[in-house]
């Protein structure tokens, strides 16, 4: 038996080639970043699940034919006696199992640039509680008679909070391109990861199907090579 990881590897770029084609799609769609990472992040660890279903099957075929071709010499009988052994639902109940099931990580994302670079250019951390230190000095003013100095006071804690709020908002929607682009990053680091968890599942299914083509031909006094 010959087959191994290092077979598959074209398989498994396809595969992750195809999510990102996809991801792409979806990067530039007529959402907002929030909406977009909420999405993504489920769409994506599915997508990796339904690639290792694929690829555990291209395997499974692949072992298969080996499997074929090393008893392409023995009696019909003990071929059809290995069919009957059903090895590929073996796995596939193997696989089903929970210490044996693919469980690809879930997808953490850095800070969003929109909210940093919001927060820098509204100086919301700052001018805003300098608005709130305003109107709670106002409302002690009030309570002591200072009636002359409210309105003023509200007018200036009204407007620094407005004003905050609209710098906030600008270099939000500014920051767009910088936020899709460190997604971008995220999601590749992640199908990186993902493509090694891959190998390892695929690797695992291969080490079963070797144990049980053993057994099989343990139980029906053939060699293993």
């Not at 959402?31 to 395997?59: A, G």
């Not at 309105?151 to 009204?158: E, M, Q, Y």
Request: glycine share 4%; with cysteine; aromatic share 10%.
């Amino acid at each position: 038996m010959k087959t191994d990881i290092s077979q598959f590897e074209e398989h498994i770029d396809k595969e992750i080639s195809k999510i990102w084609d996809n991801v792409n799609i979806h990067l530039y769609e007529d959402l907002d970043v929030r909406k977009k990472r909420e999405f993504l992040s489920t769409y994506i660890p599915d997508e990796v699940i339904r690639s290792s279903k694929i690829l555990r099957d291209t395997v499974i075929n692949a072992l298969m034919r080996e499997a074929t071709d090393r008893l392409r010499d023995t009696s019909v009988e003990l071929q059809n006696r290995f069919y009957d052994y059903n090895i590929r639902d073996k796995i596939k109940e193997w696989t089903s199992q929970v210490e044996n099931r693919f469980s690809p990580d879930t997808i953490t994302y850095s800070m969003n640039p929109q909210i940093t670079n919001g927060l820098i250019f509204s100086g919301i951390t700052l001018i805003t509680g300098g608005g709130i230190t305003k109107m709670v000095f106002i409302k002690n003013a009030v309570k002591a008679g200072h009636s002359s100095i409210s309105l003023g006071a509200i007018i200036s804690g009204i407007t620094t909070i407005l004003l905050s709020a609209y710098m906030f908002k600008l270099a939000y929607d500014k920051s767009e391109t910088k936020a899709i682009s460190k997604m971008k990053e995220d999601i590749a680091s992640y199908l990186d990861n993902a493509k090694k968890q891959l190998r390892e599942y695929l690797n695992g299914v291969i080490r079963y199907f070797y144990e049980e083509f053993e057994t099989f031909c343990k139980e029906n006094g053939l060699e293993v090579k």
